[in-house]
């Protein structure tokens, strides 16, 4: 990340960063600082530490004890005034940044708390994966890691973070409507998306060598599994066959009693305790309403939060014992669990070869027979198969453009092609195999490039070249996600 803007503005910004006490900040997780502020040796990493305010507290704080403290800040301006603030206090300053943190890493020390406050939407969403890899490395196994969200999920209610985060995104712009970014989802919007995370699990790990559905929970199979391979097993062969099913509407309603006595009132159990911090438990309803600021961090962060649900579920699964057996001799789980079906994305080939008469969607040179199926809106930024997501390209175009967004003119050809002139076309062809629903692809797009607006991403243009995301291009870019 460049820190250019930081040194010039530094005057400023450490002026906004001081208006407010670390209390204020940071009240929503204070209950967890406390306790460790009671031990007696403490290290503690603060990264993007800024003008050193949060440094100075917790340096103050714990006066008189065996402290490290270190602050960590890539502008150099920032920094020095950090080091102004926090003179007399055991507090050491490191010019290093994600996602490598080779400094602090070559320290070879493990942290008490690491602590992220505003850093993580400044790295791109391919060095993210990276930068938790780091921050996983530096932090001790009872360590506490603070970026500007919440808890991660608690593992028995892992489903419901990428459920709900999904469908942030996946709508038009109804976050919009309301100031206060408060927005209510419906049960049955949550339970189908449910069952769509689920459908891939019930295909058999491993299919070669005896049918293996993974478990899914500690004791029997979960119940949505045992349904869904029992609809496999009656021909059904994707989600748009299993949603016009006679028997779907009983699926939903069981599985509607199933989720709501369970993962949805789960997800906010903390330690025991109900601690309803993304919406109110009200039984009552058939909705649940966000909390303030909660729709915006699900947008803002939703690689983050995906990938953290995805990572404990993977390794949920894969304690479990009756599964250890089957995965020990196989792939990657993590992939069949969540990976890009690289098999079935080639059913999209001949549609889209015909649709682009044979040309690359990007250049708009002939194809030769060596296309590519890409992911428009990139895997990286939104890790699901969405039919009018996809576009052909040479193989050269798309290796070039990998995790970026293309420029603004790409966008338009993709909202002409897939949407306007064959949006239909990709729905009946490929519905077979991929959720084909034009307004979740467009709400994806539109998040996608908002994000990259107020990230200022580089957008790809060909070959080599990127261009700098314009605003004015861009007719949503200004409205606030
Ligand atoms: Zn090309």
Redesign the pocket.
């Known amino acids: 990340m460049s820190t250019v803007f930081y040194n010039d503005h530094a005057e400023i910004l450490a002026a906004q960063y001081l208006s407010k006490t670390f209390e204020e900040v940071h009240s929503s997780w204070l209950h967890h600082l406390l306790p460790l502020l009671t031990k007696n040796t403490l290290s503690i990493l603060d990264v993007g530490a800024g003008s050193g305010r949060d440094v100075h507290y917790l340096a103050e704080k714990t006066q008189g004890k065996e402290t490290q403290i270190i602050a960590v800040e890539p502008a150099v301006v920032l920094a020095k005034m950090g080091q102004v603030l926090t003179r007399e206090l055991p507090v050491r300053w490191i010019e290093d940044g994600l996602p490598q943190l080779q400094k602090v890493v070559g320290l070879a020390q493990q942290f008490d708390l690491i602590l992220l406050s505003a850093v993580w939407m400044h790295l791109s969403p391919s060095e993210r994966p990276l930068a938790l890899v780091t921050l996983s490395r530096l932090l001790n196994s009872t360590g506490l890691l603070v970026i500007s969200l919440r808890h991660g999920p608690s593992p028995d209610a892992r489903v419901m973070h990428p459920v709900s985060a999904d469908i942030c995104i996946e709508r038009p712009l109804i976050l919009n409507a309301d100031p206060a970014l408060k927005t209510a989802i419906s049960i049955d919007d949550l339970v189908e998306k449910f069952i769509e995370l689920y459908w891939q699990h019930s295909l058999p790990f491993g299919a070669n060598d005896g049918y293996f559905v993974l478990i899914q929970n500690s004791g029997k199979q979960s119940a949505l599994i045992n349904s869904l391979i029992e609809l496999r097993h009656q021909g059904v062969n994707s989600l748009s066959q299993l949603k016009a099913h006679l028997s779907y509407p009983a699926l939903l309603r069981k599985t509607r009693g199933t989720f709501k006595d369970g993962p949805l009132w789960r997800l906010q159990n903390l330690s025991r305790n109900e601690e309803c911090f993304l919406y109110p438990h009200d039984k009552t309803k058939n909705y649940i309403e966000l909390n303030p600021g909660i729709a915006f961090c699900f947008r803002r962060f939703h690689d983050l939060v995906v990938s953290l649900a995805r990572t404990q579920w993977v390794q949920k699964i894969a304690e479990f014992p009756a599964n250890q057996v089957i995965i020990g001799s196989k792939g990657n789980l993590s992939e069949f669990l969540f990976g890009s079906d690289r098999q079935t994305i080639t059913y999209a080939r001949p549609v889209l070869l015909d649709i682009q008469k044979g040309q690359?969607f990007?250049?708009q040179?002939s194809l030769k027979e060596t296309g590519e199926v890409d992911h428009f809106i990139p895997w990286a930024r939104y890790p699901n198969d969405l039919g009018h997501n996809f576009v052909l390209?040479?193989s050269?175009?798309n290796n070039q453009k990998r995790d970026h967004l293309a420029a603004q003119h790409h966008k338009d050809n993709w909202y002409e092609q897939n949407i306007i002139q064959h949006g239909q076309t990709l729905h009946s062809e490929l519905s077979r195999y991929f959720v084909c629903e034009s307004d979740r692809s467009e709400a994806i797009t539109t998040w996608a490039y908002q994000l990259a607006g107020q990230n200022r991403s580089p957008l790809w243009l060909d070959k080599k070249t990127f261009v700098p995301f314009n605003a004015l291009d861009n007719d949503l870019s200004n409205t606030a996600i």
């Open positions: 690359c990007y250049c040179k390209a040479h050269s175009c």
